[in-house]
Every structure is written in structure tokens, then in C-alpha cells.
């Protein structure tokens, strides 16, 4: 299967990428030549003993879509496989609003086709302290809000996932959360080139579980952050109010960004448990890199901020 990619960013992506060459650490890495390698699996950044991670093999299939987190459809890891097959992903529309020349409402389809669709291997660190190695496939985020035209004031990008109780059974804590799941992100985190709008995985279409048809991943922040099944985005003056922030702020901040050195009020983040089903004994506990093994990339954007206080 050939995939397009765009190498007019410095973030390069694999080019031929059957899945059997996602499941080969070294045939990937060979795809991926080059500084493509460094930027994504071999980021062991200076200070993380190597031997702890240097098995950064993309998880199977089968643990990215069965160990979820996709509370419309239930609360347990394996709710979603089992549920989200209620989800009906076409016709799909997202709708553009707030501070932006070019508002509407997409269908799926034409708000995609412009982008180059591209595949990125990245972690992924849920705040519960689980993580895994992913292929996702889809476009920079960035692309989407360039089209919308958003105004100087902008500074903030909101998101919204469906809610519909017909098709999402998780109404025991609707009293609780307050559907729609949201999210947000500051624009220039949301147009940072890592940052991604995802509607595949494996190179195959994103399964419902994972949040078909489009939703979004920012790999150096918890994965809460990575909000699924979008049907808006707004961009807004003001820092948007966001699920988790809103339920339990003292637990969850805006910006979420993985860091090893602050501690969830209830436990540490200074290690993970990295997902493993073939593994007798369970999965591996590695060391949490900062901003997820990305501070490469991503450090300039918090540049004079505490990340102590904005957690
Ligand atoms: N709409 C919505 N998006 C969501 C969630 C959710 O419950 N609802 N869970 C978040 C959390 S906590 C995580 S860790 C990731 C999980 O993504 P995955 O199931 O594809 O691994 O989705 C995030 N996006
Ligand atoms: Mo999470």
C-alpha cells in the first residue's frame, strides 16, 4: 500500500507502511530514514536510561482498539470495543465557528480531502499512567485551522465529540460529565506540526473505539487531551472550558502537557506501564519522558511558563 506523504514539514513521515512494516521496529525505522527515525522512535531523550525504553515497537491492533478510553461508551477499557460499533460515523459533518473568516458546516469528506493524509508513529501517554506506541494516520490539525482563516483574536481552538444518547449508552454519568466531551488547546499548540487530526490507524479507517471518524491527537499531552469523534471546532478569545478541567480541576489542568515531575494529586507520573498482551507477566513500567520523549519539539511553545502551576 503506497501512502502520500508531504515532506515539506521537518516532521517526515514513513512511505510504504503495510502493517507488517509498522510490527518490525527495523524495517520502519528503514522506511522512515534519516531524522525520521530520531523524531519519532528514537527520542530517548538524554537522561533516560535507553535500556528501559528501547523497545518502542508499535503496539498490535489488537491492544490500540481493545484498552480504550471513550467514556460515551462505557467506563471500562474494554466498553468501547464492545459498544462503540452503535456509533454511526457517514454522513458525518463537523461544524467551524467562532473567531474565523471561513465558518461552516463540513461534511467529513471535504473537510478532509485537501490534506495530504500521512502516517506518524507516536507515544501515547493516557494521565491514568498506561501507555502505548501508535501509527496513526491522518493530517496536521494545523491544516484545518489554516483553512478557516482565524481572526488576530483568536487564540484559543475548541472541540466538541457527538453526544447522542441514541447511539452512545454511557448514560450513567451524564449528570456527572456534561456531554458533549470538549476539549481545547492553545492555537499555536493545535498548529504545531505534531499535532494531528487522525481518521486512521494502521493505515486502515479509525476504528470506532478510537474515535472514527476524525478526532484529534496531541502526542506530548495526556491523552485526555486527545479528544475523539469531533463535531466542532471553534476558535475562541478565552482559554475554553474543557471536560476534565471542569470536573475535577484540581486534578486535571488546561494544558496537561507529560511530565514526569508533577504528580497526579492521586499518584506519580514519573513512570508508565507500557502496554503489552504478549507479555506472561504483564507490561513494562518505563520512565515517563518529558512532554512525552517531544521536548524537542514542542519546549519553545512554554517557554517563561511554570509547568509546575499550568499542569
Ligand atoms: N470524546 C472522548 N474523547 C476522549 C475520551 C473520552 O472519554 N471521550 N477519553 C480520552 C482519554 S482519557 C484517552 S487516554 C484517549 C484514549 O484514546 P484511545 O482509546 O484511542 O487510546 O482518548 C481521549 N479522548
Ligand atoms: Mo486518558
Known amino acids: 500500500m503506497i501512502i502520500r506523504t508531504r515532506r515539506n514539514s521537518d516532521i517526515p513521515s514513513s512511505e510504504i507502511t503495510p502493517e507488517s512494516a509498522f510490527i518490525n521496529r527495523r524495517r ?9 527515525a530520531a523524531a519519532f522512535l528514537s527520542r530517548d531523550a538524554a537522561g533516560s536510561p535507553l535500556s528501559t525504553r528501547q523497545d518502542e515497537e508499535p503496539n498490535t491492533w489488537e491492544e490500540i482498539t481493545t484498552h480504550n478510553n471513550f467514556y460515551e461508551f462505557g467506563l471500562d477499557k474494554k466498553d468501547p470495543s464492545r459498544n462503540a460499533h452503535t456509533l454511526v460515523t457517514r454522513p458525518w459533518t463537523v461544524k467551524v465557528d467562532g473567531l474565523c473568516n471561513k465558518p461552516g458546516d463540513y461534511q467529513l469528506e471535504d473537510f478532509i480531502k485537501p490534506s495530504t493524509i500521512e502516517d506518524r508513529v507516536y507515544r501515547f501517554r493516557c494521565v491514568e499512567a498506561w501507555s502505548m506506541v501508535i501509527p ?47 476539549e481545547g488547546l492553545r492555537l499555536d499548540e493545535a498548529m504545531h506540526p505534531l499535532s494531528l487530526l487522525v481518521n486512521g490507524l ?46 475535577t480541576p ?62
Open 28 to 36: 520502519f525505522l528503514g522506511a522512515s530514514a534519516g531524522i525520521g
Open 136 to 182: 496513526w494516520r491522518g493530517f496536521p490539525l494545523a491544516d484545518v485551522i489554516r483553512r478557516a482563516e482565524p481572526h488576530p483574536s483568536a487564540k484559543y481552538v475548541a472541540f466538541a465529540t457527538l453526544w447522542d444518547p441514541e447511539q452512545m449508552p454511557e448514560r450513567r454519568w451524564k449528570p456527572r460529565i456534561g456531554w458533549p466531551y470538549r
Open 202 to 247: 494502521y493505515g486502515k479507517e479509525l476504528p470506532n473505539q478510537n474515535g472514527a471518524p476524525l478526532r484529534v491527537i496531541v502526542p506530548w499531552k495526556y491523552g485526555f487531551k486527545s479528544i475523539k469523534s469531533i463535531v466542532r471546532m471553534t476558535f475562541t478569545e478565552e482559554e475554553p472550558p474543557t471536560t476534565w478541567a471542569t470536573q
Open 250 to 311: 484540581g486534578e486535571y489542568g488546561f494544558y496537561s502537557n507529560v511530565n514526569p515531575d508533577v504528580s497526579h494529586p492521586r499518584w506519580s507520573q514519573a513512570t508508565e506501564k507500557r502496554i503489552d498482551g504478549s507479555r506472561f507477566f504483564g507490561s513494562r513500567r518505563i520512565d515517563t519522558l518529558f512532554l512525552n520523549g517531544y521536548a524537542d519539539e514542542v519546549a519553545h511553545l512554554y517557554e517563561g511558563m511554570d509547568l509546575q502551576k499550568y499542569f
